[in-house]
């Protein structure tokens, strides 16, 4: 499988693409990843949208966009401009069009760039299912051309930039009757307007493949990365605008965004970003900027790296877990048959067994419904292995049951006591492969699990791997597992997952390990942490992930439901995909949201669209069990997936109408 959208799999390289100009902001090249946010207000409202985009400027915002869902409001971004001049901020603006091309041609006079949308820049969505053919399919792309073409020449006479924003909820019906809402449909929408583009010889595009599922909007983005690249062989490409539509608020939004977007930044994929959060717009750029740092910390790196011998991944452009072995006690299974486990790495073993156990219990019982599947514990010398069976066995008195695996440099000879589930062997102090064998055969023996924990630069990796799987066959020992600490962990865990394959290994299940950086504020730990287990999650690579450092253990279990939720692995708890609210929107989205999650957040499982307009709702409701969608001011349409079923009912009863339906469903359980 061709991976034409990075350079290599086992580096940071960023992809190489043209600059283009939005006004004196230059996206793409070698210009800093751009960070950019959207107003929210109402666009006719000059000092108003004016306001909030001097606010978005002063707090780090390079690119600000503003809707104009009208002629009108196109009309007013002339007196926003002026009002912006007045006040002398200087930042390019970008108009966002949905529906009316007539709207983009007067913007394009005020604004540095147009957004359109491909799925309804042309088309109205109906739904419908039809069958073209190929002579059909070719008319229908001969009519969005003639309606794309002028707006293509104005902007090719004004010097201003286009982006091609595909949403994977708004597809038009031609690219779902023939692609399905697929990567490869978005992709595909998105070529019909840069044939246009071309054809006209302008090439001051950006594009951006945007999804509120983390998986479907990496996909898109490279399957796009690697069309370009094929269509231009060596020549550098076009930038992306990347971003996790409708992500949300509050840590989970954040979450699903680092997901999201750093598992691109790590590809070199993304010029420009936005967050997009339910939250006032200015909360949105801290978190792009933070994202941005964290993904470009190593820059471009050169390394040698051996070719590993195999691919990391079957199919980068599909989530594929990697197919796994079950290792480890019976109940607790880490392997593909399962799902993705979650431990909780507490640091040294503890002095006071007993009371670090009623602890642990108590403060784990926070969280009742999530469970932790295991406790990783360190041993640094002989004499602390006796307190592992006590600690052990306070956890088990004080009413749980917690499989303990215990993290050991390899020449820590010791007998394992029976609590122990598995042992962590830290392969970067081997000095010798006989401390390995040593290791191995302990583990062989007392039938206990080895995690070889393969630490170092990335070119060390392979090597340390190989030496590990030789000594766990010299022992006989299947029972294995394998983590890897790198200072570049996505890297490092494709580097494992593509040995392990040559090795004919592929079956051995890899543990995410994350330790948190100790000079990182809580939410860059957090945006940290999802970005790089969510990167490797993404790429189908974890079948256990384990947090350390993240304060109490509660804390970091439900962290790590968090981030395998936002990563589509495992659903802990109810799924909001609210978009972040903009100048069509009808209602208080913030606020609505709130009371929403009030009322539903405790339904496990249940996906909810919280909508203020219909631009990317049914389509994106496409991936939720119920939607609320704003339809016109104070009035709500109420959709069961991608159904509308309750059709323009005041906002002040919709809430109850909402629980109504999802009861209707059988979807409803009373909150405990
Ligand atoms: S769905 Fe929300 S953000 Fe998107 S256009 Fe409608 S109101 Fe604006």
């Not at 304060?551 to 968090?562: H, K, N, T, W």
């Amino acid at each position: 499988m061709a991976l034409h959208y990075l350079t290599n799999p086992f580096a940071p390289h960023r992809r190489r693409t043209r600059e283009v100009h939005v006004g004196d902001v230059g996206i793409g090249g070698s210009n800093p990843i751009r960070i950019q946010s959207m107003t929210t207000t109402d666009t006719r409202d000059t000092q108003g949208t004016a306001d909030q985009t001097e606010l978005l400027v002063s707090v780090g915002c390079e690119i600000v966009r503003i809707t104009a869902p009208s002629l009108t409001d196109a009309e007013n971004l002339a007196a926003i401009r002026e009002e912006l001049d007045r006040r002398k901020v200087r930042v390019p603006l970008v108009a966002d069009i949905h529906f009316t091309p007539n709207a983009a041609m007067v913007a394009a006079q005020y604004v540095e760039k147009i957004r359109i949308n491909p799925g309804n820049f042309a088309d109205k969505k109906k739904f419908a299912v039809l069958e073209y053919t190929d002579a059909a399919y070719a008319e229908e792309i001969e009519r969005v051309a003639e309606k794309f073409r002028p707006l293509v020449q104005r902007c090719k006479e004004l010097g201003r930039a286009i982006r091609i924003g595909t949403n994977h909820g708004s597809l038009s019906d031609r690219i779902m009757n023939r692609f399905g809402d697929t990567p490869a449909g978005m992709v595909e929408s998105a070529l019909e307007f840069v044939d246009v583009c071309e054809s006209e010889g302008f090439h001051d595009i950006v594009f951006s493949m945007k999804s509120s599922n983390t998986q479907v909007a990496v996909q898109a983005y490279r399957l796009l990365a690697t069309r370009l690249a094929e269509r231009s062989p060596g020549e550098p490409s076009y930038p992306f605008h990347v971003g996790v539509t409708e992500a949300g608020d509050g840590e989970d939004g954040r979450i699903k965004s680092a997901i999201g977007i750093g598992a691109l930044l790590v590809d070199g994929i993304g010029d420009t970003i936005r967050v997009s959060l339910t939250e006032p717009p200015e909360e949105e750029v801290p978190v792009a900027s933070a994202i941005a740092s964290i993904c470009s910390e190593n820059g471009d790196v050169t390394v040698e790296v051996v070719d590993p011998g195999a691919p990391f991944t079957a199919d980068p452009y599909a989530h594929n877990r990697r197919v796994t072995r079950s290792v480890g006690p019976t109940d607790t299974d880490i392997g593909s048959n399962h799902p993705v486990r979650v431990e909780v790495d507490l640091g040294a073993v503890p002095s006071d067994p007993k009371q670090t156990a009623e602890t642990l219990v108590r403060n784990l019982k926070k969280y009742p419904d999530l469970e932790c599947e295991g406790v990783a514990v360190h041993v640094s010398d002989p004499n602390s292995v006796r307190s592992l069976q006590a600690f052990s066995d306070a956890i088990g008195d004080a009413g749980m049951s917690i499989p303990l695996a215990v993290c050991v440099a390899p020449d820590l000879v010791a007998q394992w006591p029976a609590c122990v589930a598995r042992v962590v062997i830290r392969t970067a102090t081997a000095r010798d492969d006989a401390l390995l064998d040593a290791a191995a055969k302990r583990c062989a023996e007392s039938r206990t699990p080895l995690e070889w924990n393969i630490c170092g630069d990335i070119e060390e990796i392979s090597d340390r791997l190989d030496r590990a799987l030789e000594a766990s066959a010299r022992a006989e020992l299947d029972e294995i597992l394998v983590s890897v600490e790198s200072s570049l962990p996505v890297h490092a865990a494709r580097l494992v997952a593509a040995r392990l394959e040559a090795r004919g290994a592929s079956d051995v299940p890899i543990v995410l390990r994350h330790r948190r950086l100790a000079d990182d504020s809580d939410e860059t730990a957090v945006l940290r942490a999802a970005h790089v287990l969510g990167a490797s999650l993404c790429d189908g690579i974890g079948d256990a992930i384990a947090l350390e450092g993240f304060g109490e253990p509660a804390r970091a279990v439900d962290l790590s439901y968090r981030i395998l939720q936002g990563a589509r692995l495992r659903t802990s708890r109810t799924e909001f995909i609210s978009c972040p609210s903009c100048g069509r929107t009808l209602f208080d989205l913030v606020e609505t949201t709130e009371r929403i999650k009030a009322r539903t957040g405790h339904l496990v499982g249940v996906k909810i669209a919280i909508m203020g307009c219909i631009v990317n709702g049914p389509g994106e409701m496409a991936d939720a069990d119920f939607g609320y969608v704003g339809s016109g001011p104070g009035r709500v349409n109420l959709y069961v997936s991608k159904d509308l079923v309750v059709r323009n009912i005041p906002d002040d009863t919709a809430d109850d109408r909402l629980v109504e339906l999802i009861r209707e469903r059988g979807r409803w359980v009373d909150p405990t």
